[in-house]
């Protein structure tokens, strides 16, 4: 799922730059390994600090982004990481394009070949898209792309050569050459250069490269932000994962997406405590609604109605007497999370959040435990005296419009997380991100 939101705050890059020296000869990786280490950079933002009358909208803080070559001679092009999506798309211009800044140019590429309507990729391998690929006037695969925040982009289906780090392999990929990108801030859109759609479908990059598995592991700091690992992920020093097996329904369904990595809530614990929610709630109904995603492209997680609301009322309950709580009642951070605490710094300094209740996400064979700071998000430039707000980072689905629950990259951090397309599973397991990006010789 890409939920890739405008910053209306500081908003934090993670860049992935491929650093490697391995060289290969077939179009298939499924035998390599590759390291690619994260890297933060800070958007400079608003800094008037006025307190927000209405509703925040949603918006997405983080991005995994990655820099490759594309085309022939090579163009150097930054594309969003999306777990949660298929199709890879860049944002195309032609020569004549005033502002060609990090966009791909088809027309300098010998390699570039657009896909017709007629072709069996356009017309069979397009099936998961959300809206039906067509034909253009000029009898080629049309493709138009919706997300969550209201974005699209739409443009034709296209195979180029995609050269990853200093490989000698040409792997020509079907992708989208995008000619409109639009959302609801036109600034940040033409920021936005392209997307690496990393989900089960056959068009993503991951099943079109071969990769047997891939894992990443976010630490959250500056120091040390992170890696993604692309490739097999057996080392002798890590921490054995827990797997939790990946959930399919061939039967297409109204609201369940069958190329996400899906896996099965079974529960949720507040400081150990199981709340008290029906099996029922937390499985796919009839229409696919209710399926349980682990999303690369969401920030934060976001759960259904009745669930959110449980789990807000036990955290509620639990911090009672501890934490006082920011009572706005028609502020809504991000339109999503509208459970919030005022915080003073010399409690932020004295440990606090540290001392917040555990929350724990469980799943079959496997669960996640957030604790500490990624519990809490201070909203930026928003003070109440000298106090700052903070947000419990758990939101409700219903608000979104979205009929899923959302495991976004905010609740993984300092998680192995494996995705094991081979054996249909996810592996999971806590580490110290920066240990082990040390042990792969990415750490400081």
Known sequence: MHLTFHPLFSLLLLILFIRTNQCFSSSSYSSQTLVLPLKTRITPTDNSGHRPTDKLHFHHNVTLTVTL??????????????????LSWLRCNRTS??????NFDPTLSSSYSPIPCSSPTCRTRTRDFLIPASCDSDKLCHATLSYADASSSEGNLAAEIFHIGNSTNNSSLVFGCMGSVSGSDPEEDSKTTGLLGMNRGSLSFISQMGFPKFSYCISGTDDFPGFLLLGDSNFTWLTPLNYTPLIRISTPLPYFDRVAYTVQLTGIKVNGKLLPIPKSVLVPDHTGAGQTMVDSGTQFTFLLGPVYTALRTEFLNQTNGTLTVYDEPDFVFQGTMDLCYLISPFRIRTGILHRLPSVSLVFEGAEIAVSGQPLLYRVPHLTVGNDSVYCFTFGNSDLMGMEAYVIGHHHQQNMWIEFDLQRSRIGLAPVQCDVSGQRLGIGS
């Open 69 to 86: 070559t594309v085309g022939t001679p090579p163009q150097n092009i930054s594309m969003v990481i999306d777990t949660g999506s298929e």
């Open 97 to 102: 394009n005033p502002n060609p800044v990090n």
